[in-house]
Structure formats: structure tokens, C-alpha cells
């Protein structure tokens, strides 16, 4: 079977990397196996027929524990829908725990990390980056030449901060040994985005076609999300991302930002981002983002807050008057057309009367003027009583009966 996640991205289709269960597990979350399995498989959704040439989803990292290997298992045993890798170290050891783990997937892929900065490579194992790559040849014939139907990737730890000819030529030399993508990795999120550029931009133009690459970019100094675009720019079409931005540290590039930035207006991307326009088969759901992100949330137990962008609490809702004269000039894009999310008006202490009869009259009750100016002097002191940003309708429905009925 060809591997389709490859061809799509060498012929300039986008492809996503989804490290949600992996990378993920890292920023302090735990997703059990069959919340895996529908993370998975809503995202495919998002792609639909598609979502097989541009979707990897990391299922785990097995050798951390039985209970992960368990995980692990079940993903490979319910998801049909898209590509699944299984990550782990270049040992024997590991490499036989992958290929269990990955047998009988569909659609699989086993990635293993390989460090190929001095410092990284002394630090993890102990060993030169020459030592390390000949271990990752070795490993890479033995998970080949078994009846495995799994593509192989590797990962290189470290690559931004190592010496560009060592990647370049780790890269060449493992694609020659079979290896399917080199996935080169900002492990701890150091690059600044003209670094970002000029690093893939550099990479490219040494491995040319000999290498398949994917971007893995972190976010410690909040450059995770451009860096990844940088990257396309440079002309490398399978990119990581982990929804909500879940990941070691400060995270990664979100999934849910990373999806919308580039599927929303695609005709419009070689102008505003210097990007091909032509990156999608077919436009994405857009209108899926917003309940995976939720799905994630309830499930990792990492709270949707009001300024995430694209999926927070605070898109699409209006608390003061002006907006309610054209609300759409208020926001960059119509969130219920573009999204599916309705317009939610809040009670704050910014409210106006217009907010106030806008909320009473959803709520079935019709204020005259006095009233109006009452129950927004009410909301205006109850939130500074209670010290708090928003009044509850359950709240206000309850003081309109109190007081007015």
C-alpha cells in the first residue's frame, strides 16, 4: 500500500501531525483509550473522505506502561479513519513493544526519536550523534525487515539547535534506509520565526526531495503557531499541532487555530501568509473545531478560557452596546456562519440598556425604560458585590421575578 500521508505531502497538500495523546500526555493530561479513539475519529471528520492523506494521529508513546500499551491497543483497534503512529525510542527493546503495539493497524506508522544535537544526544543517551544515528540505521532495518505494514518515521530531537549538515544528511541517510518522514523537531521551543524560516528554508534546500519533512514546533516563547507557518512558507507540508495547544511545557501550535488559519478563506492564503493557496483537496469542516476542542477540554480537564482564539468562551458573545449596531464589524470573521457558534449575549458590568432589553426579551420578559435602567443598575451592582466578570441569567431571571413580577 502506498503511504498516502507522503505522496500528499509532496504534492503540496497540507497534512496534520495530532499529538494530542502524546505530546499531550506530557503537559500534564491523561486521555483514556476510548477518549482517544473519538478524538481520532472526530477529527477525521473534519477532513472527511480526505482525512486519510492528511491526518496522523499519535495514539501514545506504549513503552510508558501497560496501561498506555492497553490505550494504545485500542486505538489501533477502533480507528480506521486516518493514519495512527505509535512513537518510542530507537532499542530493540522498544522497537519490538511498537511493532505489538502497531499490529493491525489500518493505516500505521512507528516514530522513533532520535537526538541529533550534541548536548541532546549526550543528555538522553549517553552517546556522540554519530553513535545515536548508526543505532537509529540499525533499528530502522530491524523494524523493516519485519511483516510490519507500518511506515516508519523518525524524529529529530533537537534538530533547530544542531548543526543543519548533520540533520540534513541524518535526514537523507535514514530516508535511504527506508524510512518514510523525518520529523524535524523545535523540542524546546527556542526558535524565533525568522529562525524558524531560515532553519526549514535551509533543510529544504539540502535534502531537496531525498527527505519528506514534518514541522514539530513548540511553544515556549509563544512563537509555536507562526513558527509552524514559517515552516510552510519554506515548502514543508505536514505540520504538528495538538489541540488546545497540549504539549510539554507551554504546548504547541493548537490544532483548532492551526486548522482555521489555514482553512478559512484558503484562496486568500498566498496573500495574507505567502502560502500556496492550493494546500487543500477539499475545504475542511470548519464547523468541527469548535466541539473536538470541547471534547478535548472536558476530557483533559484543561478549561476553554474567554481569549483562546477561535474555540474560547468569549467568540462570539457581546456585553456592551455598540457591537449590537453591526456585530459583525466587531470580529475578524462571523463565528455562527464560519463555525456553527451562535451570538451569546453576556450580562457584565459593562452592560448598556440595549444588553439589558436585548437578554430580558430572549428571556421572555418586556421592560419598560425605568425598569430597563433598574435591572442595569442591579447587574452593575451585583457583579462589583460578587466580584465577578459575568451575572448568570438563572441570577437575573430570578431578581426580574422577585422584582418585577
Not at 235 to 254: D, Y
Not at 362 to 384: C, I, M, R, T
Request: glycine fraction near 8%; include cysteine; charged fraction near 20%.
Amino acid at each position: 500500500m502506498p503511504d498516502l500521508i507522503d505522496e500528499a505531502a509532496r504534492s503540496g497538500i497540507v497534512v496534520f501531525h495530532e499529538e494530542v495523546a502524546r505530546d499531550g500526555a506530557q503537559g500534564k493530561t491523561l486521555l483514556l483509550g476510548h477518549q482517544r479513539v473519538s478524538i481520532a475519529k472526530r477529527h477525521s471528520a473534519i477532513f472527511g473522505k480526505h482525512a486519510v492523506r492528511q491526518l496522523v494521529f499519535d495514539a501514545g508513546f506504549p513503552s510508558a506502561g501497560k496501561q498506555e500499551f492497553e490505550a494504545v491497543r485500542q486505538v489501533v483497534g477502533e480507528v480506521d479513519c486516518c493514519y495512527l503512529c505509535i512513537s518510542g525510542r530507537a532499542t530493540r527493546e522498544e522497537a519490538d513493544l511498537l511493532l505489538r503495539s502497531s499490529e493491525g493497524a489500518r493505516y500505521g506508522r512507528i516514530s522513533i526519536a532520535l537526538p541529533v544535537s550534541s548536548e541532546m544526544s549526550f543528555t538522553m543517551l549517553h552517546k556522540s550523534t554519530a553513535e545515536c544515528l548508526s543505532d537509529a540505521l540499525n533499528i530502522a532495518s530491524y523494524i523493516l525487515d519485519s511483516n510490519t505494514d507500518s511506515r516508519l518515521d523518525f524524529a529529530l530531537v533537537d534538530a533547530t539547535r544542531a548543526d543543519i549538515g548533520f540533520v540534513a544528511d541524518a535526514a537523507m541517510t535514514l530516508t535511504r534506509a527506508g524510512a518514510s518522514m523525518i520529523i524535524a523537531c523545535d523540542t524546546v521551543g527556542a526558535a524565533y520565526p525568522n529562525e524558524s524560516r531560515a532553519f526549514f528554508s535551509a533543510l529544504k534546500g539540502r535534502t531537496g526531495e531525498s527527505a519528506s519533512l514534518v514541522a514539530h514546533m513548540h511553544n515556549d516563547l509563544g512563537f509555536g503557531l507562526i513558527n509552524t507557518l514559517e515552516a510552510l512558507k519554506a515548502g514543508v507540508h505536514a505540520l504538528t499541532s495538538s489541540w488546545l495547544s497540549l504539549g510539554e511545557r507551554a504546548g504547541m501550535a493548537a490544532t483548532e487555530q492551526l486548522l482555521f488559519v489555514l482553512g478559512y478563506e484558503p484562496q486568500e492564503l498566498s496573500t495574507r501568509l505567502d502560502i500556496r493557496s492550493d494546500i487543500w483537496p477539499e475545504s475542511p469542516d470548519l464547523k468541527g473545531i469548535v466541539p473536538v476542542a470541547r471534547y478535548v477540554s472536558q476530557a483533559t480537564g484543561r478549561n476553554l478560557s474567554v481569549t483562546d482564539p477561535i474555540v474560547g468562551t468569549g467568540v462570539n458573545t457581546i456585553s456592551t452596546g455598540t457591537p449590537f449596531v453591526n456585530p459583525i464589524l466587531f470580529q475578524p470573521y462571523d463565528p455562527e456562519s464560519v463555525l456553527g457558534m451562535p451570538q451569546e449575549i453576556l450580562l457584565t458590568p459593562l452592560a448598556s440598556k440595549r444588553v439589558i432589553d436585548a437578554v430580558a426579551q430572549k428571556l421572555g420578559w418586556k421592560l419598560d425604560s425605568n425598569q430597563l435602567a433598574h435591572s442595569l443598575e442591579w447587574v452593575k451592582s451585583e457583579a462589583f458585590d460578587r466580584g465577578v466578570g459575568v451575572i448568570d441569567r438563572d441570577d437575573f431571571v430570578h431578581f426580574l421575578r422577585r422584582t418585577y413580577s
